[in-house]
């Protein structure tokens, strides 16, 4: 869509996610302005601590091993795929290209130590430390889901190893605060979510705006808007 200059509107807000890979983009409508968008982040929690039991390492982390407890032992992202039982994948875990959405993604990540393994001989204990990708829309990782042990891999899915269970990662946290923003002179062309009838009108509507995170995952969705100059 493009907005005619006399309009006043300076963004416009398309769905990129609602419909299926291939669909064009679904245009909700343009407004003048966005209050609240550009505002100072939130300082970053402490990172968190998470440990790979019985983990057979590859790639990256198998080299990020030779540097424990240094900065060089540091990986900008690791997926936690599960394996899932034969026939026993939970209701509603959907596979795609990479992996499942069971899948969790641990960031910014730096591995502070290892210890051989109780589990079986050959393999280690890693203790990292670093941050959970919390995608609510997908639902937060606070039951960690059955299987026989995770797959490791990095943003582009090269191979990180694999590890018979986690600890740290799945458990209940404070909910992430969700700032207002509001559209200015909004004109919708479809319903936002949430919202009632679309008024006749231009008008202001204020809607959730979460933190955005560290870098591109490999899993996202919602809505975004472009600038017109």
């Not at 869509?1 to 006399?6: D, G, H, L, R």
């Not at 990540?109 to 051989?116: I, N």
């Amino acid at each position: 869509m493009t907005t005619s200059a006399s309009s006043g509107a300076r963004w416009l807000l398309l769905d990129e996610y609602t419909g299926e890979v291939g669909e064009p983009d679904v245009t909700l409508g343009v407004c003048h302005d966005i209050d609240g968008l550009f505002v100072d982040p939130e300082p970053l929690p402490p990172p968190e601590t998470f440990t790979l039991l019985g983990c057979d390492p590859a790639g990256p982390l198998l080299e990020a091993l030779r540097y424990v407890g240094t900065e060089r032992a540091w990986l900008p992202s690791i997926a936690l795929t599960p394996v899932h039982r034969p026939g026993q994948r939970p209701a509603g875990c959907w596979e795609y290209e990479y992996g499942c959405t069971c899948e969790e993604e641990l960031i910014d990540v730096t591995v502070v130590s290892r210890r051989p393994s109780a589990a079986r001989e050959g393999l280690v204990d890693l203790d990292l430390r670093g941050y959970v990708r919390l995608l609510p829309e997908h639902g937060m990782p606070e039951v960690k889901p059955d299987g026989t042990g995770f797959r490791l891999s990095a943003l582009d899915n090269e191979k990180l190893g694999e590890c018979l269970d986690v600890a740290g990662v799945f458990r209940v946290r404070p909910a992430a605060p969700v700032h207002p923003a509001t559209l200015i002179g909004f004109r919708p062309e479809a319903s936002l979510p949430g919202c009632c009838r679309p008024p006749s009108s231009p008008s202001a509507v204020e809607i959730g705006r979460r933190p955005a995170g560290h870098r591109p995952g490999r899993r996202g969705g919602g809505a975004v808007a472009d600038w017109h100059p």
